[in-house]
């Protein structure tokens, strides 16, 4: 995986490179000037490509980490410090990350919009602050030094090229790595994140942080561009134009921040030579990301779709399955796995589950059913710890989870999927099972997937039906090799043959992988072929436990699905 | 002591405005679950559309009467893309939205209204009430923070007493359960944009003599607003109500206070980070996913 | 009055076929029964039915008259009541409201007249209602938009028998009363006592259809609909 990651980055970066240096030798010295812009502002873009485009946190004040580091740059010009522009403008970077450590802090482990809040508030508040502070160096016109050799007009094109290509190359090296797939993550859904053992503030933090490093840094590009600044380069409404521009852009990748740099450099130009109203360009960015946010798509994805091809496919078994190729086998010992002991779950004045006890043997596949409304589903998030309280004792390999948050007992060894999908559609299969099971060989992967049957690691998750989804949620927990894998309706929509192959699968399990598994469906078709014991839960309670043929013949079981008592039928 | 006093005093007037615009954004929140980052520009649309009504000659109050219309029209529009293309779109999407319908209509409005000469902004409610502390209190002012006062009795009034705030409450509380039952969702999410519209304009047509009237500052208002929603999470208008004061009182001292007089537009983004800071302690998940 | 015709109604949820060519018919003053394992596609099909989820293929037809182009409140003003599962009361509202919002005139007594047990209840929020008031509440304020056709969506769920047994013949003299009425239900036997057609749903489909006596009547046959064939695996 690393490999494919260092090769994508590399890509982006000298294409970038190579681009800009045809555009260095065809293009007049005006149309060079604006380019520079153009690449500092698609900086500024990426930062919010990384908080936005990938985290799914809205932040209003991007601008203001620019400003943070474009007057940290001014204070070194000024101290004549050493290093010039090139070391100038990454300390300005670094200065913007405590102030956006300190805004994001707040609002970590609440609802996305606080974040939206605090960030316009701080926005607002920076404005103040830059009026009342002139520009290091203004008052003598002093101007920010640019780096020796590229002082003219292409020379610093040429500067800013090189900075742009090295962080959009950086944040895809980031993109690829573990942190990026989770960012993508906690966008399409915290909670699944968390089960995936990804700590969710921690992700957070770190992509607030490097948002503002890259904006900082671009602030510091502009210091040079400009050689001095004012308030006005800095502004709220300055933010929430970025904001705008990156939403129908789509900053999430290098072509997409430049789409959007050119946008804001370039259509205001446009309109001037048009002889119409130059801030009417806002008027097309706010139209632009409100049509990109509705249809879901901003427009570099757009052109990716135009330029890539569409195919979705089920190829079931195409590929040979060799089982030496899959994650090998994790031993977990002989103790019970999970054990459970009266687990009482409340809401209100009406109880979900009651006093209910029950153990997960080692190398187990127990069938977890029961009407709707019997609690099964409150049972899963009471072990995986995504219930508030609970009253009882759940315990792995006997150690108590009680204190354990989610993504914490995902860790040690407690892995779920879902009932509804939430697998973030912008990944791909294989980097969806790298960050689900930790690092695995391109062959574990590709093993992995065959053996679920799903088609090739390179797949988009965005262009895989719902039913081959599920299956990938499976196999994510399964290669991770867990100590307990939960499977909550996995065979949801699948027909009958689907459903029995995945009973296979799923009963092979504990011999490949080494983990127990802990089943909860009402597709009596999987249980009866994946389980060798079941546990009957009605109405909170554990009415039945045994295995599997007897426990579904039992009288009690009968009447708890059917309501049918046999002993009143004539 | 008594400069301390004076200076609270001095920023009743601000008070007065962001409890009433912070009011507005927690009836909003609570019954269409909009985060209203445009709601202060909407209602920069109807203050500057009295103020041009004014130059034209029209009576003052029949202008006013124009621009809360004109107001609510506006808010009419954002609430119909809202409701027509993001009904069911998650809270973070339809901030989204809001903050580029902001961008949007701050560009649309500036080109409106700035130009060659600044609009002339009639006070509405002229002269002085009275003086405390020996500072004016002008009658603006006042009522500013009487209609804040009012806006919150009647709404919680109405939301409590009539049939259409009790359609209302269901509909915010189960969308699809009222519209099972023959709610007339749409049309109510509209009608709730159009008084939250209607009511910030005119808020905006007391305050604007007394602030710079230019349009971009007039909706960057939505910045204390929402501080003083959030300081009673958007759910209730009382504490929103007494936030919003206190927040420009705290303002108004913040003149005196050697050094932090050019930095009281930060106290909006004090007010938040406490709010924030004092809602962390228990860990919550992100909504519906 | 004609009935209320459902024919091969197809659904597709997140790109997974749930209902496949469903067919069902009500008639009025008559009670079908649709019974079905949990993930068979019941509540899918009344979603569908009331347009809360869209439909892929297939038609609905209430009085000879084609809704399924229709918006869920033009529907339900057309005469097609929804009680959803999970007893969707306006929980911070009480009883009384909750009727209320239904609607505004002097019939929300005849609410009362139905259920009494929820005049006792009248100015309680919803929230702190039993299980058995909430159902109740849920089909009344149903009740109170005049449908010609009402589908409940498993009401006997985590209710005792006793409080079922109650609902069930409260909707027995609503069948009686003229209304065409589709009951979804996962426990068999007080539904079949007194239902009219039964229908069995399995992943999707539609696997028997006829009348309830005969059901009620073989405990094999539903156990083998229900929970499938132990010799067969």
């Known amino acids: 995986m690393m490999r494919a990651n260092l090769h994508s980055a590399l890509v982006v970066a000298i294409a970038t490179l190579a681009v800009g240096g045809v555009l260095i030798g065809v293009l007049p010295s005006y149309w060079i000037y604006l380019a520079t812009a153009v690449l500092i502002t698609a900086v500024s873009l990426l930062s919010l490509g990384v908080v936005e485009g990938r985290t799914g946190m809205i932040s209003l004040c991007q601008l203001s980490f620019a400003g943070v580091g474009a007057w940290t740059v001014g204070y070194l010009n000024v101290a004549g410090a050493p290093g010039g522009l090139p070391l100038w403008i990454v300390i300005g970077g670094l200065t913007a990350v405590p102030f956006g450590v300190a805004v994001g802090l707040p609002a970590l482990r609440l609802r996305g919009i606080n974040l939206a809040i605090v960030t316009l508030g701080f926005a607002s508040a920076f404005d103040a602050i830059l009026a009342a502070n002139t520009f290091p160096g203004q008052t003598q016109f002093q101007q920010v030094q640019r780096p020796e050799g590229f002082d003219s007009d292409q020379g610093y094109f040429l500067f800013v090229l090189i900075v742009f290509a090295l962080i959009a190359g950086s944040l895809e090296l980031i993109a690829g790595s573990r942190l990026g797939s989770s960012w993508l993550a906690i966008r399409h859904s915290e909670r699944a994140a968390a089960a995936h053992g990804v700590g969710i503030p921690s992700a957070k933090l770190r992509a607030i942080a490097i948002s503002a490093f890259v904006a900082g840094v671009a602030g510091g590009l502009l210091a040079g561009y400009l050689g001095t600044l004012v308030a006005d380069n800095f502004t709220m409404l300055g933010s929430l134009v970025l904001f705008a521009v990156a939403t129908m852009a789509g900053a999430r990748n290098a072509e997409g921040a430049i789409v959007g740099g050119a946008l804001v450099t370039l259509f205001p130009e446009l309109l001037r030579r048009l002889d119409l109203p130059q801030d009417l360009g806002n008027v097309l960015f706010a139209v632009g990301a409100v049509q990109a946010l509705s249809s879901g798509e901003t427009m570099s994805e757009g052109l990716r779709r135009a330029f890539g091809r569409l195919w979705s496919q089920r190829a079931v078994g195409a590929a040979a399955l060799d089982h030496a190729d899959l994650p090998p086998r994790r031993d977990h010992g002989d103790r019970p796995v999970l054990t459970v002991r009266g687990l009482t779950v409340r809401y209100g004045a009406v109880v979900a589950l009651e006093n209910v006890c029950f153990d997960v043997p080692a190398l187990g596949v127990i069938g977890l059913i029961g009407p709707n409304g019997a609690g099964k589903s409150t049972f899963i998030d009471a072990v995986t710890g995504f219930l508030p309280r609970y009253e009882g004792h759940i315990e792995l390999h006997g150690r108590p989870l009680e204190s354990q948050l989610a993504h914490r007992r995902a860790r040690l060894g407690v892995r779920r999927t879902w009932q509804t999908n939430r697998i973030a559609p912008d990944l791909s299969l294989g980097t969806y099972l790298t960050l689900a099971s930790g690092s695995l060989t391109a062959a574990q992967l590709r093993a992995a997937l065959v053996w679920i049957g799903c088609p090739d690691a390179g797949q988009k998750v965005a262009k895989v039906d719902a039913g081959t989804r599920r299956l990938l949620d499976v196999a994510g927990v399964v290669a991770a090799r867990p100590a307990l894998v939960l499977l909550d309706e996995p065979a949801a929509g699948q027909s009958y043959d689907e459903a029995l192959r995945l009973a296979k699968r799923i009963a092979e399990i504990p011999e490949l992988f080494g983990s127990a598994v802990l089943l909860v469906d009402h597709d009596m078709d999987l249980v009866r072929a994946a389980c060798a014991c079941v546990t009957v839960l009605d109405s909170g309670k554990v009415i039945a436990s045994g295995p599997t043929v007897k426990v579904l013949e039992l009288p009690a079981v009968k009447t708890a699905y059917l309501g049918i008592d046999e002993s009143e039928v004539p | ?289 | 009055m004609s009935a209320f015709t459902v024919t091969d109604l197809v659904i597709n949820r997140a790109g997974l076929p749930v209902v496949r060519k469903a067919s069902v018919v009500v008639e009025p003053g008559s009670i079908s029964v649709l019974l079905g394992a949990n993930g068979a596609g019941k509540t899918t099909l009344l979603e569908g039915l009331s347009g809360v989820v869209a439909v892929a293929g297939g038609s609905i037809e209430l009085q000879g008259e084609a809704i399924q182009g229709l918006r869920p409140g033009a529907r339900a003003r057309k005469g097609l009541a929804h009680v959803e599962q999970g007893r969707t009361v306006f929980r911070m509202l009480t009883t009384h409201e909750n009727l209320l919002a239904a609607s505004q005139r002097a019939d929300v007594d005849q609410a009362y007249a139905l259920f009494p047990e929820l005049e006792k209840r009248r100015h309680v929020r919803a929230g702190l209602l039993s299980g058995g008031e909430q159902q109740m509440l849920v089909i009344a304020r149903a009740l109170l938009t005049r449908p010609k056709t009402i589908m409940i969506d498993e009401m006997s769920a985590s209710l005792a028998p006793i409080i079922v047994s109650r609902l069930m013949a409260a909707v027995r003299k609503l069948a009686e009363d003229g209304l065409a009425v589709l009951l979804v239900e996962q426990f068999a036997a007080l539904s079949l006592s007194i239902g009219d057609r039964a229908y069995v749903m399995r992943r999707g489909r539609i696997v028997y259809d006829g009348p309830c006596p005969a059901l009620a009547q073989s405990p094999d046959l539903l156990h083998r609909l229900y929970l499938g064939d132990s010799a067969a695996s």
Not at chain 2, 17 to 45: D, K, M, P, Q, S
């Open chain 2, 1 to 289: 002591m008594n400069a301390y006093f004076t200076a609270a005093v001095t920023g009743l007037a601000a008070g007065s405005a962001y409890a009433l615009l912070g009011v507005c954004a927690v009836f909003t929140y609570r019954l269409v679950a909009v985060v209203n980052f445009v709601g202060a520009a909407i209602g920069a649309t109807g203050a500057f559309a009295f103020a041009m009504l004014a130059e034209e000659g029209l009576p003052l109050w029949l202008s006013a009467l124009g621009g809360v219309i004109i107001g609510a029209a506006v808010s009419v529009a954002v609430g119909a893309i809202m409701t027509r293309w993001f009904a069911d779109s998650p809270a973070s999407t339809k901030a989204a939205v809001a903050v580029a319908l902001l961008v949007g209509l701050v560009a649309v409005g500036l080109r409106i209204t700035g130009g060659q000469h600044p609009h002339d902004f009639p006070a509405l409610i002229g002269g002085s009430a009275f003086r405390l502390a020996g500072v004016e209190v002008t009658k603006a002012s006042v009522a500013t923070l009487l209609l804040a006062l009012a806006f919150t009795l009647a709404a919680n009034l109405f939301l409590n007493r009539s049939h259409t705030g009790l359609q209302l409450r269901a509909l915010s509380e189960r969308p699809v359960a009222a519209e099972l039952i023959g709610i007339p969702v749409h049309m109510l999410s509209l009608w709730v944009w159009a008084v939250g519209g209607a009511a910030t304009a005119f808020a905006l047509i007391l305050i604007a003599p007394q602030r710079a009237p230019n349009f971009l500052t007039l909706s960057l208002l939505v910045v204390p607003a929402l501080a003083a929603a959030l300081i009673s999470f958007f759910r209730n208008f009382w504490s929103t109500l007494f936030g919003g004061v206190a927040m420009g009182m705290m303002e108004g001292l913040a003149t005196v206070i050697p050094g932090l007089g050019e930095y009281r537009t930060a106290v909006p983004l004090v007010v938040i980070l406490v709010v924030l800071l004092w809602s962390q302690r228990g860990a919550r998940w992100d909504d519906a996913r």
